[in-house]
C-alpha cells in the first residue's frame, strides 16, 4: 500500500477550501464541454468526408450517392444506443459485462476465422477486440497494487494477450498485430505495471511475433516494399504516386469539400484507409490542421479526464488513459502510414474512414464521457465526504486511505 | 420564471440545433457535388452513346450509297446471273400496255 500515504486530497495540488472544490468540478465540467465540442466537430466533419470520399464507389457500383453517408449514419446511430446505454449503466453492472464482453469479443474473432461476414469487417472486429481488452485491463490493473510485481497477478492479463496476438497472427496482417501489442504494452505501463512485467510481455508476445513475420516471406515482403519504393510493383507505386500527388494538390485552404478530383480515379482506398489523402486535397493543409488541433483536443481531454480521476477512481483513470490511447494511436498511425512513414498497408482513421469502425469510435467517446461524468460524481461524493469530515475530525471519508477504487 | 433546469435543457436544444445546422452546412455542398458529378457522369454515357449511334448512321449512309453505284449494280448482276438487256420499242411498248 505505497500509494495510500500519497492518496490524500493535497496529492493533485488541491486544497480543501471552498474556491479550490468548486474549480476542481468545473475544470472537469470544463473538460466534458471540451470533449463533447471536439467529438462533435470531427463526427460531422467525418461523416461530410466520408461522403464526399465514398459517392464515386457508390457510383461505379450502380448505388444511390448517398449509399454510405446513410450506411455510416446508421453506424454512428447504433454506436451512439451502444454508448447512451454505456454512459447510463450501473456500477455494478459495468463491472460484470466488462470481463464478458472482452470472451465475447474473443468468441466473435475467433468465428470470424470461418465466417467471413460483410457486415463486420475485420477491422471493426480488430477495433472491438481492443476496446474490450482495454476495459478489462483498466479494470483488472484498478483491483491491485499500482506497482505489480508479482508474476502471479501478471499472469492472467499476459495470457490472454498472448492469445489475442495468436489469433491475430493467424488471422491477419502484422499491422494489426503491432497495433495491438503497443495498445497492450501502453495499458500494462498505464496500469502500473513496472519495465520488468512490460519487458516479459514483450517476450512472451513480441518475440514469437516477430519470429512469426520472419518465417513468412509475404510478409517480410510486404514490409520492405514499403520500405524500400524500388522493390514495389507497379500498380503499388502508380498508387502511391497518386496519393501523394492528391495530399500536395489541396494547398493551403484546399479545393472545397466535395470537389476533390483525385477520388474520381480509382484510388484504393480513398474512402477508407487514405481517406486523408481527399481530406487533404478538398480542405488543404488548413483542414488537416483543424482535424490535428481537434484530435490533439480529444486527447488532451482524455488523459487530463484520466489525471484527475486518478486519485479517487483508478479503473475510470486507467480506462480514459487507454481509450484516449486507442483514438490517438489510430489517428497518428494513420497519418504516418498516409504519409509514407509507416510500412503499413493501413488502418481506419477514426470518424473519417467508412466503415463500422466509427460505431467502435462513438462507442470509446461515450466511454470517455462516462469517465468524466463518474469523475464529476465523485469529485463531488468526495467533496461533501470531506466537508463533513471536517465537522468531524475524528471520521475519515469511506475509502479515503488506500489505492482501493472508491467505486 | 425559467428554473435552471428549463435553461439547461433549452441551451443543449440549441446546442443540438446549431450542430444539426453545421452537419446541414458540411453536407450540401458535398451532396451537390455528388449529384454534379452523377449528372457529368449522365451526360458523358449519353454523348457517347450518341457519338456512337452517329458512327452506325454514317456506316449505314456510306453502304446505301455503294450499293447504288453502277459499279455495284454490275458486280451484283454477275453474282446473280443477270443479263442486262437494251430497251428497244416493242419492249417498251409491251412495258406501257403492262402498267396500264
Known amino acids: 500500500m505505497a500509494r495510500a500515504r500519497y492518496d490524500d486530497w493535497n496529492f493533485m495540488g488541491e486544497s480543501l477550501d471552498n474556491t479550490s472544490r468548486t474549480g476542481s468540478a468545473l475544470r472537469i465540467k470544463h473538460l466534458m464541454v471540451l470533449f463533447s465540442v471536439s467529438f462533435l466537430i470531427l463526427l460531422l466533419l467525418g461523416l461530410a468526408s466520408a461522403y464526399s470520399a465514398s459517392y464515386p464507389q457508390a457510383f461505379r457500383e450502380g448505388l444511390v450517392h448517398y449509399h454510405y453517408l446513410v450506411r455510416q449514419i446508421i453506424f454512428v446511430a447504433v454506436g451512439m444506443v451502444a454508448g447512451a446505454v454505456l454512459i447510463l449503466l450501473p456500477e455494478a453492472a459495468f463491472r460484470f459485462i466488462t470481463p464478458m464482453f472482452m470472451f465475447g469479443s474473443l468468441i466473435l474473432f475467433s468465428a470470424n476465422f470461418f465466417i467471413k461476414s460483410t457486415y463486420m469487417e475485420y477491422e471493426s472486429i480488430f477495433a472491438l477486440i481492443v476496446l474490450s481488452v482495454v476495459m478489462y485491463l483498466s479494470l483488472y490493473f484498478a483491483n491491485r497494487e499500482n506497482h505489480i510485481s508479482r508474476l502471479r497477478e501478471l499472469m492472467f492479463p499476459m495470457l490472454f494477450s498472448v492469445v489475442f496476438v495468436f489469433l491475430i497472427a493467424v488471422q491477419q496482417d502484422v499491422q494489426f498485430l503491432v497495433q495491438f501489442l503497443a495498445i497492450v504494452i501502453i495499458m500494462f505501463a498505464i496500469g502500473g505495471v513496472g519495465f520488468g512485467g512490460v519487458l516479459l510481455l514483450m517476450l512472451y508476445a513480441l518475440v514469437p511475433s516477430v519470429c512469426w513475420v520472419l518465417a513468412d516471406s509475404a510478409k517480410l515482403d510486404t514490409i520492405l516494399n514499403q520500405l524500400v519504393p524500388g522493390l514495389r510493383s507497379a500498380d503499388d507505386a502508380a498508387q502511391s504516386v497518386l496519393r501523394q500527388q492528391s495530399l500536395s494538390s489541396g494547398d493551403w485552404f484546399g479545393r472545397g469539400l466535395g470537389m476533390g478530383l483525385f477520388k474520381l480515379e480509382n484510388l484504393d482506398g480513398i474512402s477508407t484507409r487514405y481517406i486523408l489523402c481527399n481530406v487533404a486535397e478538398e480542405l488543404g493543409f488548413a483542414g488537416i490542421l483543424a482535424i490535428f488541433i481537434l484530435f490533439m483536443t480529444v486527447a488532451y481531454a482524455g488523459y487530463r479526464c484520466s489525471y484527475y480521476t486518478r486519485n479517487y477512481s483508478l479503473h475510470y483513470s486507467n480506462l480514459s488513459a487507454g481509450l484516449t490511447t486507442i483514438i490517438l494511436w489510430q489517428f497518428l498511425t494513420n497519418v504516418a502510414i498516409v504519409f509514407g512513414v509507416l510500412p503499413f498497408r493501413g488502418i481506419s482513421l477514426p470518424f473519417f474512414s467508412v466503415g463500422s469502425g466509427i460505431a467502435v469510435v462513438v462507442v470509446e467517446c461515450a466511454l470517455i464521457m462516462r469517465c468524466m461524468l463518474r469523475g464529476l460524481g465523485k469529485k463531488e461524493e468526495r467533496m461533501t465526504e470531506l466537508i463533513l469530515s471536517e465537522d468531524e475530525p475524528d471520521a475519515l471519508p469511506v475509502g479515503y486511505a488506500g489505492n482501493a477504487d472508491l467505486d | ?100
Open chain 2, 1 to 100: 420564471m425559467r428554473t435552471s433546469e428549463g435553461k439547461s435543457k433549452g441551451k443543449v436544444f440549441l446546442i443540438t440545433v446549431a450542430m444539426f445546422a453545421v452537419g446541414i452546412c458540411l453536407v450540401v455542398p458535398v451532396w451537390q457535388s455528388a449529384v454534379h458529378t452523377q449528372l457529368v457522369a449522365r451526360i458523358n454515357g449519353i454523348q457517347a452513346k450518341i457519338s456512337s449511334y452517329e458512327r452506325t448512321r454514317m456506316t449505314v449512309q456510306a453502304d446505301i450509297a455503294h450499293r447504288t453505284t453502277p459499279e455495284y449494280l454490275i458486280e451484283q448482276a454477275v453474282h446473280q446471273n443477270i443479263n442486262f438487256a437494251r430497251i428497244t420499242d416493242t419492249t417498251s411498248v409491251a412495258l406501257l400496255q403492262d402498267n396500264r
